[in-house]
């Protein structure tokens, strides 16, 4: 058994790159959080990974203050194997536009980080903000080795122009001007190697390689089957393999897909809403209008909650479906602490050993005192214990709703110190997420409220006195209170302090299998430019193709009762959609 050392700086979800190495087989792990441990098994590395999440500046200063910089750069020099992932490999970059007090990256590139620009001239032509962070699979377009193009059938550790591979992050190597470009041609000139993807118009590096070093801005761990042959090619060695024709993921039949605007396929979500259900087991459950319970056979007997399965197998079975990515929503954990909600906890490191498509958990994220020792417990740190459990992102519902509803009796500032603010800044905005849970609220006329509103066109969706508005007004704990603030309001707020992502859900819609609230997605997506999820309503394929089709741009689409009672499977979805020729990632081979 050889072993494998990763640099750990306690930036986020490391749990899932060692799950993998696991997965891969014949591979032990050994963190190394500080110099000293550097020092001490200096000798017996061999093979380093190097990878980071989140911030790039928490990144970077974390690296400085555990005095970790020179040994890695002595490690480098020695020649040795080293595969940096995503901030791993932005800090070999000089510096970032992320931070604006001048940390410095390890400068093996002298070239500097930007972010994406949400004003991309191939969204804008039809009228469409481009979402940033750029989030979901894939594709790269160009592999150089020195310079020198590569075939489709060859790779550089397996990367390959044909597979999807996940991004998460706003900022990149974006070859942004011609003095860059002259500067990657030269570095080409010396050895050097790259890969290219675009990110609708902008060009960026999806991975470098020089000598013993190799660095992707992809995650590797979270991109499936294709991913895991990335690190097992770099843990061998095979740096230019040709790919075989099993490893290729093709359209079914060779059907032409659309080429998506930005370049990321239709990305499918398989949700499961967990509680403990009255004998006290974790169960996958769903509801109607997010009342989860059977019907009762008699007015006296309490009904039960539905059961639909249990968590880790469900998952399990989606990610095997191709799902290209898993929530779980604790739904009632408003009522009982996370601290001491081990049980959900303990679901997503199993869930985290055998899937590798990126998972998000949501469910009592906030600031909380430990039942325990009474003291405070910052929503930062509760949010890393979801993370060191496995988690990529999480997701935060109620939460968000008192955090906007200050954001504007503030007069539209944050003071820093909410669970989003925090968050975002110590793991980036990329891990997290916003959670809506709104209900349509008819009104006569605009001047009846302060939120914005929706003039209702069709006749027959009139409210139920005629009224021709109406704006979706949210909800917290679950649905049970309701608050004068509309879901546009929310998603704009929380956009400003930091999310990442909007998981936009619509209570008059779930559970129904009548389709997404087209309604409210094009309201909050016209609006923001951070990516919006689809959620509720899905009860058949086309749903999804209804939805992508819109054309405000939606990012991706969740699914859940469709999938619990096995109407249709994840790839039923993605085959229908593809047939429609839709992009999507189909990935049927779930090993090696
Ligand atoms: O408020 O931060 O503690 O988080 C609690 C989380 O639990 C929130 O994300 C909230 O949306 C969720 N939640 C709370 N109560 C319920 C419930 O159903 N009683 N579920 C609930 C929300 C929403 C979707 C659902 C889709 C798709 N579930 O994820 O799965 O509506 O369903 P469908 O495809 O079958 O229509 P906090």
Redesign the pocket.
Known sequence: MQTVYIIDVKSGNLQSLSNAIKHIGGYEIVFITNAGEFQQYDSQIERLLFPGVGNYAHFVKQLHDRALVEPIRAYIESGRALMGICVGLQSLFRDSEECSDGVQGLGYLDLSLYKFNKEDPIFQERGLIKSVPHIGWNSVSEIRKSGELLDENESLFSINTTNKYYFVHSYAAILKTQEIKDKIAQYASQGWDFVYANYGSEQFLAAVSYKNFFATQFHPEKSGVAGLKVLKSFLEGSKYDVVSAHDIQKPVNGQTVEKTLGGLTRRIIA?L?VRTNDDGDLVVT??DQ?N?REASSSDSEESKVRNLGKPVELATRYYRQGADEVTF???T??RNSPLQDLPMLQVLSKAAESIFVPLTV????KDMEDPVTKKRVPAVQVADLYFRSGADKV?????AVNIAEKYYANGGKGDGTSSIETISATFGNQAVVI?V?PKRKYVSSPEDTTQEVIQIIDPAKYGPNGEQYCYYQVT????RKTHELGALELCVACEKLGAGEVLL?SID????NKGYNLELLNQVKSRVSIPVIA????GNPAHFQEVFEMDCGIDAA?????FHRNEYAVNDVKRFLQSQKMDVRLDDKVEL
């Open positions: 949700c809403d769903k509801g997010y989860v929503l604790n739904i954990s408003f949501g469910g009592g994220i997701s935060i519902g109620s939460d959670s849970d917290s704990q679950g649905g859900n819609h779930d559970g129904s959620s509720s309503g899905a969740l699914g859940a009762g469709l």
